[in-house]
């Protein structure tokens, strides 16, 4: 009677388990790279809500709030604070101003930053 020798024998279909493994540890990875950019998401949100919310001018305040954290327009910003449009466009101006005055120039910071990635 002769042996079997494994060495010799041939495993046919393992290569499908190998990428479906590779998959799911990718799928893995990416599931934790979203939680981590959410996560630093989060963070810089609240970090630009004070940093608005330390203005002195209560208008200011308002305006880059709604545009920037709620993502309105500012066409209904000027609709929701009874102002016209270009007033609106003014003040907006101002509180960009007086935002990147009173945070050291971040915008011009991330601006740079900004176009750097793109």
Request: charged share 30%; with cysteine; proline share 0%.
């Amino acid at each position: 009677m002769r042996s079997v020798r494994y060495d010799l024998e041939k495993v046919q279909g393992g290569g499908n388990v190998d990428r479906i493994g590779e998959a799911v540890a990718k799928m893995v990875d990416l599931e934790k790279q979203v939680e981590n950019d959410l996560v630093n998401l989060m963070y810089r949100k609240h970090e630009v809500i004070g940093q608005i919310h330390s203005l002195d001018n209560y208008r200011y305040i308002q305006v880059l709030y709604k545009r920037y954290i709620e993502f309105k327009s500012l066409q209904t910003i000027a609709a929701e604070m009874s102002f016209s449009y270009r007033y609106l466009l003014e003040l907006h101006g101002k509180a960009l101003e007086a935002f990147e005055q009173a945070n050291g120039g971040i915008l011009r910071k991330e601006g740079d930053l900004y176009a750097k990635c793109h």
